[in-house]
Structures are given as structure tokens and as C-alpha cells.
């Protein structure tokens, strides 16, 4: 056999490697001061490893910026009283927020420099930013570590001194309804030991002074699986408290204008019943998969807030072929957001209601292509004709769009440019579809330069397959870098993700997780067999609780991909789970199961990329943590690395890099994180044999 490479090299995993230990849990240990220089040791392993591709990185990242918009304004927004936008200059990573009155846009001001808050900082997060209801006063919260640790900070506008009120609360704020000259209300949420956020406050402030009284508790959530949220209906009348598991819902409901009211539930929680609100006048509507996995909408006189669902009347009810992904609502009507099972295509559906919900108008609204991306803007106006949308797809960048609703005219508001040689239209998007292990057709996501799509080409495979969550079609910059080159970009919609509306999460998720896997590496053949990608070139990359799926494929087929990137990765399923004291792992039973039940546990450790890691021969790992992430802890990274280190029997580098500095998210600012990016990207095309000479481009 083969001597394992990380025993025997002198690498880290070698020096640091305790007998007594061998499965590396002593880097838990975060005070361990060896746990920090074994994290820096593996730095300076991943930096002298990477040297000679750091001219690469240099040159993709100043290609990535000249590709882009750097100095950028939004699209204005005007409320009641001001129009509201941000600027971000060229040279900087935050924006600044500017405001006008309405119709005098001669008499702008700047009344928040992020900018200026995050020059004091390393790392600098903005959570949340809430205008009071008079448009006078901003309140926001602010990480500057990267635990996910907000402080509130307040100022009245547009030049007041910022007052800092409360530290170690949730990101999300909102304000109460009961704004007076000299007082208002404020909502937020604090966390438990777990960091769950596990009660909702009430924040009575003195705005003659900026400051705050104690603050009172609103409600609180006991359950260790549930998570707690707060939000107002766009009509102004309702605060939500919205207290939901990854599978089921229960919302509270609290006058907007009497934020001291007692919260009133509007439907008690039911095992595995999923519900979201919204409020006309008079109505409620709720849609909920009560009666079916792909939800339906019901509405109930607002006079009978706690009615069981069965007292509700049905609006639009439960379809096999679509999932009822959200509603929002308006003072004309409703906004639907219908997912298409066969197509893995979300349209919007808009009703045109009366007040005995009487149906005048009932449309879908045009796609500019399919796939893409269709999305309702938010839209602060509840009686507003003119919406927001913003679409974009894998070949064409965001666009944002003015619907007139009362004539169907689209007026084009800003279109994200694109410089550089390669145009949106050069590139090509295609849609395959793989046939799973149990023969079900998953689909596949392709794009690349149209004049090299009759040859098979070097191809990175993204996947995520968790949560519910969807990979709709997303227009990248920086991906623009490796489709010159010669690459091609494919996402794996596995089981797990919400593509194919609820029943494809379903298929997925506990029980049904090897679905996710199969799905993986169907989607790497299908690319073969369509003579999309070159069997002996696939990156496979994963992030978070991708790295989940990409880890576990890893293991059990290595010489599929010639690399994979494992960013923030989470592989240490079984004994994260078997942890309820760190945060997330409780919400987490009802997406991977409880392993206190034996069966669970086996199911769980079946699957968990460090409880399968053997001696073979691994292809080149790319493996990414952060030191402050509080959702997949630092040490998971580094434990799989550490391990597979230990078992590699090839030549494959087996690389981690730990950002000291940042959180789940990654490095802050957006220049720090296009580095990072451009750091990844060299790697990629390295592993993909295309860090050398570009195919020409067609004059």
C-alpha cells in the first residue's frame, strides 16, 4: 500500500496528528492554542502550494473587475415621504444611502455612510436597516466579527449621531406602527445558548433623546427545533411573529398601531403543516400544504383571526403539477409565485380580487426566456399598479423592470452591464436531463461559449440539494472567467433543492438523502453522454451544505472529478447532529433526522463525509473554512482535512485554507470577496488544465 501522504510528508496533518485522538476532535478545542497553528500551518501549506498561480489569480482578478460596474446606483425608491438609493463608488466595498423629499431631487443628502462604519473594522456585516414609519429615523444592525452577533444601533436623519442601544441580538428589525413626535416601538429578536433565535422583544424608544427603555418580551419559543422571525404585511396593519421548524409554522399576529397588544395566533401549529400570511382589509390569506405537499390558498374574514383551517375558503386550491411557493398581497388583488414541476420554472400569477374575492383578472406574466429568473421587487406601496421585476438567467445578467399592471407595459429601469471581450450573447444555455439510480429525471443546468458547444469541454459541477432551496438560473461576472477559457458551468438540481417544486425537497431530505447523491452523479454522466464535458475534467464545488453533497460523492466515487471544492463545508453530519448544544442543530432534526434514534444515526453516519473517509486515492481537494462561522464550525473543514490528509493514497494536493477573519459568509466586502473568488477560479481552471492558453474568441 501506498504511504499515506499527509503521515509521511511533513504536512501538517502529520505534525499535528495525537494518537490518542485519531479522529482530530481535538480541534474543537477553539481556546487550544495548537488549534490555531495547526489552522495557520495548513495556511501556509495551502499558500506555497498555490504560489505559482498566484499570477493567474492576479490576472482573473483584474479581468473580473474590468468586466464589471464598478461604481454603481440603485434604483431609487420613493416611500411616503423620500425617495430613498444607495451609490457605491468604484473604489469602494460599501455604499452609501442617499435621500431626497419627493419631487426635489435637487435637495439630495447622504444619510448613511456604511462605508465609514466599516473602516474601523476588519470584518463588517450590515444585518438589517429599518426606516421608521415617519422616514426620520434609521435604525440597523451591525456584525463585526462574524459570528452572527448583531449590535442595534440608532440616528435621526439625516445626520444625528449614532447611538448604540443593544448588542448580541438577531440581524432582522422592525418597527411597530405607533410613532409619535417624542416615542415608537422597535422589534427584534435575541438568541439562546444555541444561538436560536428564541424570543421576540419590544423596544420602547424616547426619540427626544435617541435612547431606549428595557426592553419587554413578547414572546418566546421553547421548542429547540422552532426559530422565531418577525415582519409586518404590506398593509401597515399587521406585526407577524413568525415562529416556524424546518417543517412547520405558527404565526402570531400583533396590531402594527398597538404593538402592546397581547399576540394573537392565527393558526396553532400542526406537525408538519406550513403556513404564510398575508392581509388585505378585511381578509386574511393563508397558504399552507394542509391538504397537499404543493400548498393552496385560502382566505378567512379578518373578523375570525384563530378559525381552524377548515372554517377558510379555499382561493387557488392544491395542483399536483405546481407548488405555490408565495403570496403577496395588494390592495387589487394578489401576487403569486407558482413553481411548474415539469419545468423547474417559477412564473407569477397575478389576481385581480374584489372585496368578496370575486376574481376579475387571472394571468401569468410573460417570461423573457425559460429557464430564468423571474422576481417580484419589493414593493412598499400597498396600493401601488406599478410593481418591480427583476429577471435574469444563466446567459443574460439582472434587468429590472416597471410593470404598468393597468395597461401591461414594461418599461426596462436598469440593465446590469457587461464588459470585456465575451458578451451575453457569445454564451449558450442548455437544459439536460439526467435519469437517476431510481429513474428519476433530474435536471441539469448548462452554460458555455455558443462557438465551442459542439465539443465536449472542461466543466465545473455546482450542486447544494438541501433545504428546499433552488438553484433557479443566476447570471455570474466572475463566471465569465472560466467561460472564456474554455469551461463550462453546469448545476445539478438534485433532489433535496426546490427546483421541482415541494415534493423534489421532499425526495431529498431524512430518509430520502441518497437521492441527493444519486442525483450528483447522474448529472456528472449526463454531461458525458451529451458530450457536454470531458469525463477526465469535472470540478466538482459545493458550499456549506453542498460541501455535504459534494463530500459524500467524493468518497465514494474519487476518480469521478479531477478536483472538488469544498467551500465552508458541512461533513461532520452525524456527530453535529448527536451535538444539540451548537447552534443549528436542533432546527436542523427535521432536514436530517434526530440521530438519538439508532436508525437515524446509521442512516446519518452512512452518508457523512467524514464518517467515510478511507485510504484511496483522492483527486485535488480544495477545502475553505472561517474561523467565526457559527453555522458550520471551523473545525469541521479542518477535521476533514486533516483526515483525508491521513488517507490520501494519490498525488492529489490535499489543500485547506482557514479565513481567520470572517464568518459563514466569507470574507466581507466586496472586493475581498472577488479575491477570494479569483483565488478559487485559479484553482479551478489549474484543475482543469485550462490555466494555460485561451481558445480564440469568434471575431
Known sequence: MKAQLGMHSGLPAARYYRANDPHWHWLEEREDQEVSSFLEAANQQHAEWFAPLAPLEETLYKSHLARRELAITSLKTALDHFTFWSETGADDDYPCWWRHLNHQPEQHECFFDVRARASEHDFYDLGDMALSPDEQWLA???DTQGDERFTLWLKALPSGTPVQLLNDIGAGLCWAEDQTTTTATLLFTRFDATQRPDSIWRLPLLLTDASAESPELVLREDDPEFWLGIGKTRSRTWL??????????????????SPTSAPRCILPRQAGVEYTIEHRPGSFYCLHNQTGAHFQLDYLPESLIGQPLNHWEKLITHREDATLEGVDAFSWGLMLAERDHAQAQVQLRRLVLDDQHHCSVDEYLALPEQPCSQMLEDAPHFGTEVVRLREESFTQPPSWFSLDLTNGQRTLLKRAPVYGNLQPEQLISRRLWATSQDGEQVPVSVVMRADLADRPLPTLLYGYGAYGEALDPWFSIARLELLERGAAFAVAHVRGGGERGEPWYLNGKMSHKEN????????????IEQNVSEPEQIVAYGAS???LLVGACVNRAPDAFCAALLDVPFLD???TMQNPE???TTAEYSEWGNPEAPEVAARIRAYSPMDNIKPQAYPALWIEGSWFDTRVSYWEPA???AQVSQQQQGDAPILMRTDMSSGHGGASGRFKAWRDTARQDAFILWALGLNGQTPPMPE
Open 240 to 257: 407577524l411573529l413568525e415562529s416556524g421548524s424546518k417543517d412547520t409554522s405558527e404565526i402570531h399576529l400583533v396590531p402594527a398601531a
Open 516 to 527: 441527493s447523491f444519486n442525483d450528483f452523479m447522474a448529472a456528472r454522466e449526463v454531461l
Open 573 to 575: 453530519v452525524l456527530r
Open 140 to 142: 440597523w444592525t451591525e
Open 639 to 641: 477535521k476533514f482535512y
Open 582 to 584: 451548537l447552534p443549528l
Open 545 to 547: 451544505a453542498g460541501g
